[in-house]
C-alpha cells in the first residue's frame, strides 16, 4: 500500500508549487509551425469603434510588426501560426510596453478577427488574477465580412479534454461554466497539481474556439486557439511573471484528446 509520505517521496513536485517559467518551459514543443507574414498588412476595425493596424516587416529571421491601436503604438517581435488555411494565429509579445501582449485571429475568408489584449497589473490583488484580460470582435479590410462575428460561447461547457503539448507536458482541462474552468496536470514539473481559474470562451468559426485563462495562484494568464473539428490541435501562448517576478512571454500548442462530455437535464451553469 502507498501511503502520503511514500507518494510525496516519489513525486516531490506534488508539494512544490511551481513558478510559471518552470511550468512552461518547453511548452511548445508540439505546436504547428510558424508562418512568415512579411511584407503584409492588415487593418482592424473592433466592435467599438477603434482600430488596430499591422505592418508586418521583411523577413530577417525574427519578424517584427509596426503596429498602432487601442491608444498606442510600437514596433515590436510577432510569432504567427496559421492554424488552418484561412485562419492565422498572430501573438505580439509586445517589448515596446512590458508587462503586455496583443494576440489577434483573422480569418482571410470571412474578414473575421477577433483582438485579445493581455496585461500585468502593477500589483496583485488577493482574490483576483494579476493578468488581466480584455476581448474584442473585429472585422479586417480584406473583403466584405462574412458568417457570425465571433462572440462569448457556452459550447464546451460539460466538455473534458487531455491537452499533450510535449513528452513531459500533458493536462486535463474540464470546462465548468462560461466563468471557470478546472484543470490538473497529468505529467509534467506540476505533477499532482490543479485548480479552478476563470476563462473566457469564444466561437470563432465552426469548431475553432478561442479559450482564455486567468490563474489565481500566480500570476499568468493564457489565449488559446482550440481546433476541435478534425485537426485537434491547439495553439497558445502566455504572459505572466516568472520565478524572479519579471514579465516573460512563452508559446505553446498541442495536441488536443477528447475525453467525454456531460449534459445538465435542468439547471445550467453560469
Not at 476595425?45 to 509596426?66: I, M
Not at 482550440?226 to 495536441?255: C, K, M, P, V
Request: proline fraction near 5%.
Amino acid at each position: 500500500m502507498t501511503d502520503d509520505v511514500t507518494a510525496s517521496a516519489a513525486d516531490p513536485a506534488r508539494d512544490e508549487w511551481r513558478t510559471y517559467d518552470e511550468f512552461a518551459a518547453g511548452i511548445d514543443t508540439y505546436r504547428l509551425p510558424n508562418t512568415d507574414l512579411a511584407g503584409t498588412a492588415l487593418t482592424l476595425t473592433l466592435d467599438d469603434g477603434q482600430t488596430l493596424a499591422l505592418s508586418f516587416g521583411p523577413s530577417t529571421g525574427s519578424g517584427t510588426v509596426d503596429w498602432s491601436g487601442l491608444g498606442s503604438s510600437g514596433a515590436d517581435p510577432y510569432d504567427a501560426v496559421a492554424v488552418r488555411d484561412d485562419v492565422v494565429f498572430v501573438n505580439v509579445p509586445l517589448a515596446s510596453r512590458e508587462r503586455e501582449a496583443l494576440t489577434v485571429v483573422y480569418s482571410t475568408t470571412t474578414h473575421r478577427a477577433t483582438v485579445i489584449r493581455s496585461r500585468i497589473a502593477a500589483e496583485a490583488i488577493e482574490g483576483t488574477p494579476q493578468v488581466g484580460q480584455e476581448f474584442w470582435a473585429a472585422t479586417t479590410d480584406g473583403g466584405e465580412p462574412s458568417g457570425e462575428a465571433p462572440g462569448p460561447s457556452r459550447d464546451l461547457i460539460g466538455k473534458r479534454n487531455v491537452y499533450r503539448y510535449s513528452p513531459h507536458h500533458l493536462y486535463e482541462h474540464v470546462y465548468l461554466s462560461s466563468q471557470r474552468y478546472a484543470w490538473q496536470c497529468l505529467e509534467g514539473v506540476q505533477r499532482g497539481h490543479g485548480d479552478t481559474d476563470l476563462s473566457t470562451v469564444w466561437k470563432f468559426a465552426d469548431g475553432l474556439y478561442l479559450f482564455c485563462f486567468r490563474e489565481f495562484r500566480i500570476a499568468v494568464a493564457s489565449v488559446w486557439l482550440h481546433d476541435l473539428g478534425y485537426q485537434l490541435r491547439t495553439t497558445g501562448i502566455f504572459l505572466g511573471l516568472n520565478g524572479e517576478g519579471a514579465s516573460e512571454h512563452s508559446r505553446a500548442g498541442g495536441h488536443i484528446y477528447p475525453l467525454g462530455a456531460v449534459v445538465y437535464p435542468d439547471a445550467q451553469p453560469v
